[in-house]
């Protein structure tokens, strides 16, 4: 099969803009490369794999983006500015000796990404097996600016970017054989990673996290790793309209709370610092929203548009499929 | 499954030595890291597949080893310095739930090659799916020091570290259901990483690559980097001994030129350098073979113990198994 080289050759050997901090790309047996100095180096990896974290039949340009798009959000949540990717791609073996036009779909959509991101693929590694995609991103941020889960502060407000649930729906509609409207299905195969966002964050945000596994899970782990507990309104939570008639028509909150592949940006904030946040949804080029504020103690504590506590379905979203180490 | 967080605080959280570079090790977003000034980060990507690198009752512990060691390889061959993993493993949900002890005897192995490198887990996936393991090295390269494929120059000397076929035997043996002996067992489960080799030919070697795919191969990447040919004397290749027999047995070269995992490193050497390889030898702890000298030209021409030139049956391993990107 002498056509893998060309393949890759062809196809990953200059995805994203050329940097000058790559001293060496793709071609050795590693990529060298030059962190600025006064940058810390924010790296992220992660893995989507066929039948846990998209549909077999998948289309491929859909996933370059998305496998590209999960590590750009983790770099956006620490406040860290995207430089390089690798990319380890496993092919099924019946789709290896055809794939040409799959891998050229998959590596168009991971590059358009890139390109947007200024992010350049300096390295990775192809093999045989189950469908799955391997990404590491690569990100600077300047020495002690970075924005970790552990800042958080009683009083800190809590907000979120975007909207929420709405990939949770549409993979719902998929899976039971409806196609879901084109918003939802854009906001499941291409979400956008928050990461001008996460830029203006630096040194506003005393905590954050990019919602994967949904927001009660994720904004545990601020919780836990900051040692506070939470009160969030859920009459406040941002829903787009299908998601909050389903919500309506469920009577629960799972949807906006504990279903996956957000990917939006939960943070906290100093409330003497709440008038900053229009200028940063305006910078940033999404809608953020107060959902609620951090409390002395431990726990998150759900409140009804009524005001009176509810009891979720499902808080947490613990599974083999999305967990970072 | 509330285990998984579990599992993976338990076994992944504090595997090698702790680092004073690692800002942010394992339990945020992304892990944080200090490059030293003046030094370049070297980054290779490796994934390993069940069933295409190793098969599927595979001893947890050696893949755990070895699953660091195709990556510490790969720094050794830059002339990197070692200094950290991430790690994607992707685990078989009938694995998942009784997956402690099998996890726990992964992480032995990859704890064990880590602390002998001075290498710290700061972060990963774990993800539900086939059996397979991707691994993130990084290492240091001082700036300009790093030994590349591209630097062969006519006239070099073609060296190699160790043996050559000792995995290649060994899998041939498991696949016939036979048991390979002890020491071409462990050639296969726990190849030895050149690392103080690599770094010891920063500043001497020319140009050089980890014999990962075979040698044909691999110093065929080195010609064609280089832009230059190559001949091979086979009666100087180092053979162990059941290597050896074999070779005389089937009556051609394929074992030591052409089958894969043997982690040597294959490096070019001006002539006038050559005095320098006894004390290499004996200050990298391995046995150094010359085998060969660069040409004008291109293309590799290896020559029989009786000075005739030698067709191999199979001069590359272009599969999808191994390649870089």
């Known amino acids: ?6 393949l890759i050759r062809t196809h990953f050997a200059d995805l994203g803009p050329p940097r000058g901090d790559v001293v060496l790309g793709v071609g050795d047996d590693c990529a060298l490369l030059a962190v600025p100095s006064g940058q810390r180096l924010a790296v992220s990896i992660d893995t989507l794999v066929s039948g846990t974290h998209f549909l077999p039949d998948v289309d491929p340009e859909a996933l370059g983006y998305k496998s590209l798009a999960v590590g750009l959000s983790d770099l956006a949540a620490l406040g860290a500015d995207p430089a390089w990717a690798t990319l380890a791609l496993t092919l099924p073996a019946d789709l290896a000796p055809g794939s040409a036009p799959w891998v050229a779909a998959f590596a168009r959509g991971f590059g358009a990404l890139a390109q947007t991101h200024g992010v350049r693929l300096v390295g990775g590694d192809t093999t045989c097996g189950l469908l799955s995609v391997t990404v590491q991103v690569h990100g600077f941020v300047p020495d002690g600016l970075e924005v970790r889960r552990s800042g958080a502060r009683p009083g800190d407000l809590i907000c979120v970017s975007g909207t929420l649930g709405d990939a949770g729906l549409a993979l719902r509609e998929l899976l039971a054989d409806r196609a879901p409207e084109g ?19 630096r040194g506003l945000a005393t905590a954050m996290i990019d919602v994967s596994d949904g927001l009660a899970a994720d904004l545990g782990h601020i919780l836990e790793a900051s040692g506070v507990g939470a009160e969030l309104d859920l009459g406040s939570l941002p829903l787009s309209a299908p998601v909050a008639r389903a919500v309506v028509e469920d009577g629960d909150w799972t949807l906006p709370l504990a279903s996956g592949d957000d990917y939006e ?12 946040l229009p200028g940063l949804a305006e910078r940033s080029g999404c809608p953020l929203t107060v959902i609620g504020k951090i409390r002395s103690g431990q726990g998150l504590i759900c409140l009804g548009p009524d005001g009176r506590a509810v009891k979720l379905a499902r808080t947490g979203f613990d599974h083999f499929g999305t967990t970072d180490v």
Not at 1 to 6: G, H, I, N, Q, R
Not at 187 to 198: E, I
């Open 183 to 201: 918003f939802l299905r854009s906001r499941l195969d291409r979400p956008v990673p928050r990461v001008a966002l996460g830029l203006a964050l």
């Open 1 to 6: 099969m002498a056509s893998e080289f060309d």
């Open 265 to 276: 940006l939960c943070f906290c904030l100093p409330a003497e610092r709440a008038a900053a």
